[in-house]
Nanobody, 116 residues
C-alpha cells in the first residue's frame, strides 16, 4: 500500500503563511474528493478543508474559514492547502486523505507549529 506524502509544514510565527502539498501515490486523485485533516496533541483528528473531484466545491471548518484555501491539480496528482494568518491554535500534524478518508491511506503527515 503506497501512502500520500505531505510536505510544507514548519515552524512559523503567528500571522505567517504556509503552503502544504500532498503528493498522492498509488491512487489517481481525480477519482476522489480530497481533504486535509489535522491532529493536535491530545485531540482527535479533524477535517480542516475538503474539495470535490473537479475542484469547484470546497468546504472549510469554521475555525479556518477566510484563512485557508484548499486546491488541487489533478494533472499533477497533488492537493494543496494555502494557510494564511496562522494562529497558535493551528499547531498540529496535517494529513491528506480522500474525503471521507480511506482508513489505511494515512501518510506520515507534516508538522505545522505556530509560535505566538
Amino acid at each position: 500500500q503506497v501512502q500520500p506524502v505531505e510536505s510544507g509544514g514548519e515552524l512559523v510565527q503567528a500571522g505567517g503563511s504556509l503552503r502544504l502539498s500532498c503528493a498522492a501515490s498509488g491512487r489517481t486523485l481525480s477519482s476522489y474528493a480530497m481533504g486535509w485533516f489535522r491532529q493536535a496533541p491530545g485531540k482527535e483528528r479533524e477535517v480542516v478543508a475538503a474539495i470535490n473531484r473537479s475542484g469547484d466545491i470546497t468546504y472549510y471548518v469554521d475555525s479556518v474559514k477566510g484563512r485557508f484555501t484548499i486546491s488541487r491539480d489533478n494533472a499533477k496528482n497533488t492537493v494543496y492547502l494555502q494557510m494564511n494568518s496562522l494562529k497558535p491554535e493551528d499547531t498540529a500534524v496535517y494529513f491528506c486523505n480522500s474525503n471521507p478518508p480511506i482508513p489505511n491511506y494515512w501518510g506520515q503527515g507534516t508538522q505545522v507549529t505556530v509560535s505566538s
